[in-house]
């Protein structure tokens, strides 16, 4: 019996001839080995004597259609974000502008001025192109640019603060994600961690205390952005610590984080950003996917005498930003030097966005999908709670809007798992037995494709 089944399985010259295989426009490669392991999971269930009935040819073209159109795409591809959560560290964080893309795309297929100075004919630094646009955006004297911020602060630790004991507040001890925690990296460094006051409250004295004593011979300050300590609660502001460290002729260095340009952004009146820290800090440092809007990078900026130090040590080579990202800092950090520049980066603008703006998307939104799902899903437009993400901003409510689809028979899940399967993927959020779809995060496009999705039309996966 089984050898009969067996038999009638057709022969993968035969099935590669079938017409939606050869006119799939496929590599004939992804079509060979998705028939080769569609015929052997076939064979495989006709030998374990599981009762089936046989596929006909047409379906077992289909199944290898499936399987080469899944071996043959990237598996790093675009996804739909339709979370509400803007720097969503798992989506790749800030999603960069056309403008800062197309500096990426040129940069990678072109020769540049990379370390060329066009003018001079002779070597020049990579940074060089960006530094000036950060000192002018943050009023720091010198800056440098390396591959992501926590390589930023690893160069600032090992380079100033080596073999010498380093304050930072019990409150200040964190875990950023990805396993990045400040008294490994520390440790890491070769910093001696001089721990000072108590979780939720640090005095000036409690680092008088440790300079007094002469445990430590550097300040830290390390912006805990992706968590908020309510309640008694005490820390040192910067212009003290920085006033502190002068009076003791020690560096105050501070590790940003997330790393707001300044005072004019979608954070509130009282957020630490770069351009208020570049005074008061000897060096700084802080994200160029975060708040910035802009490619990974760590960006430092600060006195000239210790930038000049990190820049001239082995590791910065080790650390640096590669061409892709620097071609889309710069135009990110030129963006920010005008309102109109600042408006059209994408993260910011969605940080910035509010109801009255959101409500009416998802209002139409919703209007074009109540037709599609007419029957079998509830569409309405609902008011829903984006967050920033990515470590920023914690406890900060962004107001939104977002579609609520709630299937008719429950299954909520089920058509999550069909949206993500959809080529794009479309990712929203599970909310009480409703899928929400939060319009803040979507981008120009997206809104076609989440009709397209729920029309069905797509030639690839069907819902
Ligand atoms: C996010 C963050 C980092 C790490 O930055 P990356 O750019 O992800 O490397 C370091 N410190 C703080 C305080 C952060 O918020």
């Known amino acids: 019996m089984n050898q009969e089944l067996l038999s009638h399985l ?62 043959s795409r990237p598996s790093l591809r675009p996804v739909i974000n339709a979370t509400g959560v803007v720097l969503h560290t798992n989506l790749g964080r800030a999603p960069m502008s056309p403008a800062a893309a197309e500096a990426a795309c040129a940069a990678a297929a072109h020769y ?34 390396v591959n992501n911020n926590a390589a930023a602060v690893l160069l600032m630790l090992c380079v100033l603060a080596a073999g010498k004991g380093v304050a930072l507040s019990r409150g200040e001890l964190v875990e950023i994600g990805g396993s990045f925690r400040m008294p490994d990296i520390m440790a890491r460094s070769g910093v001696r961690l001089v721990e000072v006051g108590t979780t939720n409250k640090t005095r000036l004295s409690d680092y008088e205390g440790a300079l007094a004593a002469g445990t430590a011979q550097v300040l830290l300050k390390v912006h805990p952005s992706n968590f908020k300590v309510v309640g008694f609660t005490e820390e040192v502001p910067l212009a003290e610590l920085a006033a502190l460290a002068r ?70 080579r080790a650390l640096r930003i590669d061409k892709l990202s620097l071609a889309a800092l710069e135009v990110t950090l030129r963006a920010w030097t005008d309102p109109e520049g600042r408006a059209a980066l994408p993260g910011p603008a969605m940080l910035s966005a509010g109801l ?11 209007g074009r999908l109540a037709p599609l799902c007419a029957g079998w899903c509830a569409v309405r437009a609902v008011e829903s709670a984006g967050e920033a993400g990515g470590g920023a901003l914690p406890g900060v409510a962004l107001p939104g809007a977002a579609v609520e689809l709630r299937p008719a028979d429950g299954d909520a899940e089920a058509l999550e798992r069909a949206l993500r399967a959809h080529c794009p993927p479309i990712l929203g959020r599970l909310h009480r037995g409703a899928l929400l779809l939060d319009v803040r995060t979507l981008l120009p496009g997206d809104e076609e494709e989440i009709v397209r999705a729920l029309a069905g039309r797509t030639p690839v996966e069907q819902l």
């Open 10 to 71: 057709p022969k993968m010259d035969v099935l590669l001839t079938q017409p939606l295989l050869a006119g799939s426009g496929l590599p004939r490669a992804a079509l060979k080995a998705a028939a080769r392991s569609e015929l052997d999971a076939l064979r495989r269930r006709i030998q374990s004597g599981q009762p089936a009935p046989a596929p006909s040819m047409e379906e077992i073209a289909r199944a290898v259609l499936v399987r080469a159109q899944t071996l």
């Open 356 to 366: 009255a703006q959101l409500r009416p998307r998802a209002e139409a939104l919703a």
């Open 247 to 316: 009076r003791h002729g020690v560096p105050v260095l501070c590790d940003l984080g997330s790393g707001a340009p300044d005072g004019d952004g979608p954070w509130p009146p009282d957020y630490p950003t770069a351009a208020g820290t570049a005074g008061l800090a000897d060096v700084m440092c802080f994200s160029g996917d975060k708040l910035l809007g802009g490619p990974q990078a760590g960006i430092l900026a600060g006195r000239k005498e210790y930038i000049d130090r990190l820049r001239s040590d082995p590791l910065a």
């Open 112 to 145: 540049t001025n990379l370390e060329y100075d066009l003018d001079s004919r002779c070597r020049s630094s990579r940074g060089a192109h960006v530094e000036e646009l950060v000192c002018a955006l943050t009023g720091a004297e010198s800056a440098l640019v």
